[in-house]
């Protein structure tokens, strides 16, 4: 074996262990993630059950300033609450895997949008011939509830509109979540997949910044690709694909 074989061989070798270390690296941050925000959630229980208990007692000797730092506290613990929420749920989109199984697209959009909107005139459209695709069926679930919810959150309208398609690309169904609402200016596109990342205060609407973010690792766990078209005050599509077991 010549020195270029050699050299080749042993780069390699570095990059296998470098890849092995990454990943290693990768689950002890996801099981950090699990437990840490798994564990905090039954204290964070208990300051709010004292809150509550002090806030109900001491009712009858509170000020209008005092009342407004209980309800400040109350707020706080809500958005604590969310943020570990966003956490463990990112920590899990990528623990378990799920037996394939047909899943009706179309009614699956349906029972969730009802259950997003029940009581408002926002209104879903489908596109033509939506699929049954032989997929898991829970996290796919978990993407489009992701999106869809996120739509109903930031539209900041009454009339929300969302239309859903699904289209052949390359062989790979292609999902496009397309909403009516604010929009989204180009230089925050890349910004809205990261972690705990919002576009506004979170005082205004409530959440965790980790909607999206879980979709991205969703998607891209089971090979696929995510990405937005969108222009401020002109609404957004999301789009991603998605496998269908019968293709593979």
């Given at each position: 074996m010549d020195?270029s074989?050699?050299?080749?061989?042993q780069?390699?070798?570095?990059?296998?262990?470098?890849?092995?270390?990454?990943?290693r690296?990768?689950?002890?941050?996801?099981?950090?993630?699990?437990?840490?925000?798994?564990?905090?959630?039954a204290?964070l229980?208990?300051i709010?059950?004292?809150?509550q208990w002090?806030e109900?007692?001491?009712t009858?000797?509170?000020?209008?300033?005092?009342?407004?730092?209980?309800?400040?506290?109350?707020?706080?613990?809500?958005?604590l609450?969310?943020?570990?929420?966003?956490?463990l749920e990112?920590?899990?989109a990528?623990?378990w895997r799920?037996?394939?199984?047909?899943?009706?697209?179309?009614?699956?959009?349906?029972?969730?949008?009802a259950?997003?909107?029940?009581?408002?005139?926002?209104?879903?459209?489908?596109?033509p011939?939506?699929?049954?695709?032989?997929?898991?069926?829970?996290?796919?679930?978990?993407?489009?509830?992701?999106?869809?919810?996120?739509?109903a959150?930031?539209?900041?309208?009454?009339?929300?509109?969302?239309?859903v398609e699904?289209?052949?690309?390359r062989?790979?169904?292609?999902?496009?979540?397309?909403d009516?609402?604010?929009?989204?200016a180009?230089q925050?596109?890349?910004?809205?997949?990261?972690?705990?990342q919002?576009?506004?205060?979170?005082?205004?609407?409530?959440g965790a910044?980790?909607?999206?973010?879980?979709?991205?690792?969703?998607?891209?766990?089971?090979g696929?690709?995510?990405g937005?078209?969108?222009?401020?005050?002109?609404?957004?599509?999301?789009?991603?694909?998605?496998?269908?077991?019968?293709r593979?």
């Amino acid at each position: 074996m010549d020195d270029s074989q050699k050299s080749k061989d042993q780069l390699v070798a570095e990059v296998q262990a470098l890849r092995e270390a990454l990943q290693r690296n990768n689950a002890d941050l996801e099981q950090f993630a699990y437990v840490a925000s798994h564990d905090l959630k039954a204290p964070l229980r208990g300051i709010s059950n004292l809150a509550q208990w002090l806030e109900e007692d001491l009712t009858p000797q509170l000020g209008a300033e005092s009342r407004r730092q209980f309800g400040l506290l109350r707020g706080r613990v809500r958005r604590l609450e969310t943020l570990l929420e966003g956490l463990l749920e990112y920590s899990r989109a990528t623990r378990w895997r799920h037996a394939p199984e047909p899943v009706d697209v179309g009614a699956l959009l349906q029972a969730l949008m009802a259950q997003l909107t029940a009581g408002s005139p926002a209104r879903l459209d489908l596109g033509p011939a939506m699929p049954i695709l032989t997929t898991e069926r829970l996290p796919l679930q978990q993407v489009l509830m992701n999106l869809l919810s996120n739509a109903a959150k930031h539209a900041r309208r009454d009339d929300l509109r969302v239309r859903v398609e699904v289209v052949d690309v390359r062989g790979v169904p292609q999902f496009r979540v397309t909403d009516n609402g604010q929009g989204i200016a180009s230089q925050h596109h890349e910004k809205i997949w990261s972690p705990f990342q919002t576009l506004v205060a979170r005082d205004q609407v409530e959440g965790a910044g980790m909607g999206l973010c879980v979709v991205k690792r969703i998607v891209e766990s089971r090979g696929g690709q995510v990405g937005v078209v969108s222009d401020l005050g002109h609404g957004a599509t999301f789009h991603f694909t998605w496998p269908d077991a019968r293709r593979e």
